[in-house]
């Protein structure tokens, strides 16, 4: 149990912090995200138009809250400020006015930025966290206040815990003044003789239903008995709900909520030295039994609350779930259900298995077809965060994703339940002898421009950007119409905790598709995906698998190192089917040009998924001449590599390896037919 409170309060961003009674100066925290934006870029410019309007917005508001969003992506920037609900108007666009400048001082250029302020929170994103309310709050620090109670610890945590669900209780069903939605203050009589009066605070966003902030301050109350520690003042902060309390005043106007303060302790018994053997014995005995029946009492009233509290907090998160789901479309499947679906996961309903688990086929009592995947190393990972990233997944629709249409949480374990689709994966159709000419040029291009697409939506157009990193073959699945969907996208983000990274020390993937960088040096960027989307463009034009891909042959040549080999020698249209005429030909060897630009060495040399789409459906648009492509050659390659090259990647199963060769000059021709 303590280990599931410690992680919902990792995952609901808690930050304790020091409250003095009378603070120099006004007191601000700051988280940042590691991606920042150019001096007199876009993105910069978009940022002053935000500041410029949105404190103006916010103070206008009666509830003082506002979002905005500025510029298109790229540039994009989603906003949101919550002014503490006892702010006054100027008070409340000071606060937001002054966060601008303080993130820049704090986190400079960074496009993703969380401040907290005694009278306001602000953030700002690149990252469309305004479409998910509730979820993917920033991560913050955590600081203790030096101050030690002078009571005891256990009696103030009960009365503060006390004190913070009436406030939360009056915040979820009243509505204050009636313009200040989600939003309560509240004081306690506690102990006259040391701390007369514990005050507090609780608040969530306007536009979360009451179900979702009930369950958001719940859980950070739920925690409170572990991070309270005996501290007389503390803060939660998250960017949808937060809560303070402190034994010293700190909002304006009279307490909304006033409650009493439990019991205090018994003191202890101490027996008098004068009296008699028989005296002190009774006296021992007589202050054991009240110091027992004291703590029985009290266990028995902390019980009753905790069950009532835990029951609240099933029903509230069940409700707030179920909303969530709705929106996202996205169903919780009993684990019986599914076990019964795939035949208690047998080895006929086996579909494949790769680097996140192993997919099953099952059919649900209705009749319909889905497909199970039993995910890997889920049981270290807080299942919370995983749930609340299986959400976002499931929001994010297109029609070249497999559609992800539920979850099960089975003790340490993790399923997703996806969509099935009936015709398997492309690397059939592509390496399978027996159904190597299914596929006809017009649904070849067809499912090069539609995986395109998909990752245009991964990396620009969805709510989150997700980065696949294991594009290959076998995580292309080919629907009725030959359609291709993605597979498997968002499970390296979701093994990873969600957070983007630039540098990764977990290599996920399948080495031919990997890119150099982040083979080696685990360098992420979404130029990785294009590296990927390279070799797939160039396994579908040729249907020649690349090496070191799956199961291939390490003794065959590596497919890359064949194109440009070809391709320089002015044959490269030996690579394609013979069968091809016109229009088709010339549009297979631009697919082999522009799968050569995706898989060059350096990844600012490959281009972005919106240029690949757009030479893609320009066939008049002139391409620039390709360079060396990244090479990978098996150990024991029977082909020499060849004499001009600047560098070679080789790997074998388990690494990967750079050397350095001397560079002579190149000639490129142009191999396309006149």
């Not at 409250?19 to 876009?42: F, I």
């Not at 019964?340 to 077809?369: I, M, R």
């Not at 073959?473 to 030959?482: E, Q, S």
């Amino acid at each position: 149990m303590l280990g599931c409170y410690l992680a919902l309060a990792a995952a609901a961003v808690i930050m304790l912090l020091p409250l003095a009674a009378a603070q120099p100066t006004p007191w601000r925290e700051s988280t940042c995200a590691s991606s920042t934006y150019a001096a007199n870029s876009t993105y910069q410019a978009n940022l002053g138009l935000l500041a410029a309007a949105l404190p103006a917005n916010v103070s206008a508001t009666p509830a003082g809250f506002a979002t905005a969003t500025v510029g298109v992506v790229p540039d994009l920037i989603s906003a949101l400020a919550l002014c503490r609900g006892d702010a006054n108007a100027s008070t409340c666009r000071a606060c937001v006015a002054a966060g601008f400048p303080g993130a820049q001082r704090e986190c400079p250029n960074s496009k993703d930025v969380t401040i907290y302020q005694d009278d306001c929170v602000l953030r700002f994103s690149d990252q469309r966290f305004l479409d998910f309310v509730g979820a993917n709050s920033p991560v913050s620090v955590t600081t203790v206040d030096p101050e030690n109670l002078t009571v005891s610890a256990a009696w103030f945590t009960a009365a503060t815990v006390a004190l913070m669900n009436a406030t939360v209780d009056h915040a979820v069903t009243a509505r204050g003044n009636s313009t200040k939605k989600y939003f309560a203050t509240g004081e306690e009589n506690f102990d006259a003789t040391h701390y007369p009066m514990i005050y507090g605070l609780a608040q969530c966003v306007p536009e979360m239903t009451a179900a979702q902030c009930r369950s958001c301050l719940s859980g950070f109350i739920a925690a409170m008995p572990w991070w309270l520690k005996g501290m007389p003042r503390g803060r939660v902060l998250g960017i949808w709900c937060n809560l303070r309390y402190s034994v010293n005043p700190f909002y304006t106007g009279s307490a909304m909520v006033k409650v009493s303060a439990p019991p205090a302790p018994a003191p202890a018994t101490v027996p008098s030295i004068a009296t008699t053997e028989g005296t002190g014995r009774k006296g021992r005995v007589a202050g054991i039994s009240a110091g027992v029946a004291c703590f029985a009492v009290m266990i028995l009233i902390l019980t009753v609350c905790t069950v009532i509290r835990l029951k609240r907090r099933k029903a509230n998160k069940r409700d707030n779930a179920f909303n969530r789901m709705a929106r996202g479309k996205c169903t919780i499947y009993e684990f019986p259900t599914l076990k019964e679906a795939t035949g208690n996961f047998s080895e006929k309903n086996k579909l494949g298995e790769g680097g996140f688990g192993t997919v099953y086929k099952g059919n649900l009592p209705d009749g319909q077809e889905i497909a199970v995947k039993k995910l890997i190393d889920s049981a270290g990972q807080g299942l919370d965060q995983i749930r609340n990233e299986v959400l976002v997944l499931a929001q994010l629709q297109h029609k070249n994703l497999v559609r992800l249409q539920g979850f099960c949480l089975h003790q340490n374990e993790m399923l997703l339940v996806y969509e099935y689709i009936k015709n398997g994966s492309l690397d059939n159709f592509l390496f399978d002898a027996s159904r190597r000419n299914t596929l006809n040029w017009d649904q070849e291009y067809n499912i090069i421009l539609g995986i395109a697409k998909g990752i245009m939506y991964l990396h620009e157009d969805s709510s989150v950007r997700i980065i696949h990193r294991d594009l290959k073959a076998n995580n292309i699945l080919l629907d009725d119409a030959m359609d291709p969907k993605i597979a498997d996208f968002g499970l390296a983000r979701l093994q990873e905790g969600g957070h983007t990274q630039t540098r990764t020390t977990r290599v996920v993937g399948t080495y031919g598709y990997m890119a150099p960088e982040y083979a080696i040096h685990g360098n992420v960027s979404p130029k990785i995906d294009i590296f990927s989307f390279g070799v797939l463009a160039l396994e579908i034009v040729t249907k020649r698998k690349n090496c070191g891909s799956d199961d291939s042959d390490t003794d065959t040549v590596n497919l890359l190192s064949d194109v440009w080999t070809c391709w320089t020698k002015g044959t490269i249209s030996e690579m394609i089917d013979q069968s091809l005429e016109g229009h088709s030909r010339i549009q297979a060897l631009r697919c082999i040009h522009i799968g050569l630009l995706c898989v060059q060495s350096d990844p600012d040399d490959r281009p972005d998924i919106p240029s690949i789409i757009f030479m893609l459906n320009r066939d008049d648009m002139e391409l620039q001449p390709p360079e060396q492509p990244a090479f990978f050659f098996g150990e024991n390659s029977n082909s020499a590599s060849p004499p001009y090259q600047q560098g070679v990647y080789m790997y074998n199963r388990s690494e990967v390896i750079f050397e350095d060769i001397s560079k002579n000059g190149l000639t490129i021709t142009y191999p396309y037919p006149r």
